[in-house]
């Protein structure tokens, strides 16, 4: 019998078994719904399902390159512990799939769970069959691509698998080929990753950005008891010093603090014989945003016992 790709897809979000697996189910038992998910429960197919309400607040950043360094990508993907998140399995699933966003230049995380990952299905497809391997819920959570043009460039950097960093550049000429360039560019990247960085230069940072810290600023100063009449000043002598706070280019740089990232950009540029712009920056926390299920061992042994 004709099996509708509706049919498949109502089965995969009851089961969260994988595409190919739903319509084989399906066809197994004549479009029989019931009989397909017991079909995949007696398979263990059907396990990644009943893992989907868990919190997956670990797991991996990573990151991928195009050879001619015009295509960044930064993919977060989240496991239940920091134990699979060692797994081999799991770190090649994300080098993967950061390596397949850079290539294909995917920019959604919708269009990334529809592209084709290997001869057994989708990305999404292996998500499930990771869950069910591994145990542990398996979580693609977002992506950013860069792609430049001309004499742009796209610089990279992952510390540790926890925080991820994709910078931009414009340059005057082609630099890509450049060592001293792409070591800079690198080093940009570790910056931003070991810094507190909010904006490029300090002419970006809004008014509501501004107004909120100035507010936080007033009250610590109460808070230490300082006369109100004294507290307008010593803000604004603070607004004026956030810049090197937040800023990038006038943050001092973490690989030598007696200069600026924007000292150390121009005495780059200077080496290379090219001008260097910085365009934007992305930066991935992992697990950024995620509330994660703190558990407390009394508790569980007191509804274990019958205890209060």
Known sequence: MSISASDVKELRELTGAGMMDCKKALSENNGDKEAAIDYLRAKGLAKAAKKQ?????????????????KTGSLVEVNCETDFVAKNDAFKEFVFNLSKLVSENKITSGEDLL??????SGTVEDEINNLTLKIG????FRRLE??????????GSYVHTGKIGVLV?????KDLTSNDAFTSALKDV?????????????????????KNREAEVYAAQLREQGKPENMIPNIVKGKLNKLASE??????????????????????????????????????????EGIEKKEDNLAEEVAKMTGGN
């Not at 309400?53 to 360094?69: K, M, N, P, S, V």
């Not at 691509?145 to 796209?154: E, F, K, Q, R, S």
């Not at 931009?168 to 005057?172: G, L």
């Open 53 to 69: 309400g868990r919190i997956a607040a670990d797991g991996l950043i990573g990151t991928f390159l195009t050879t001619d360094g």
């Open 114 to 119: 529809k592209t084709s990952y290997n001869s």
């Open 136 to 139: 542990e819920k398996i979580a």
């Open 145 to 154: 691509t860069i792609n430049v043009t001309g004499n742009g460039a796209v």
């Open 168 to 172: 931009e550049v414009d340059t005057d």
């Open 189 to 209: 990247c570790m910056h931003v990753a070991a810094s507190d960085t909010q904006f490029i230069r300090a002419d970006e940072m809004d008014e509501e950005f």
């Open 246 to 287: 937040v800023c990038l280019l006038n943050q001092k740089f973490v690989k030598d603090p007696d200069q600026t990232v924007e000292k150390f950009l121009s005495a780059v540029a200077s080496e290379v014989g090219g001008a260097i712009t910085v365009k934007r920056f992305v930066k991935f926390n992992l697990g």
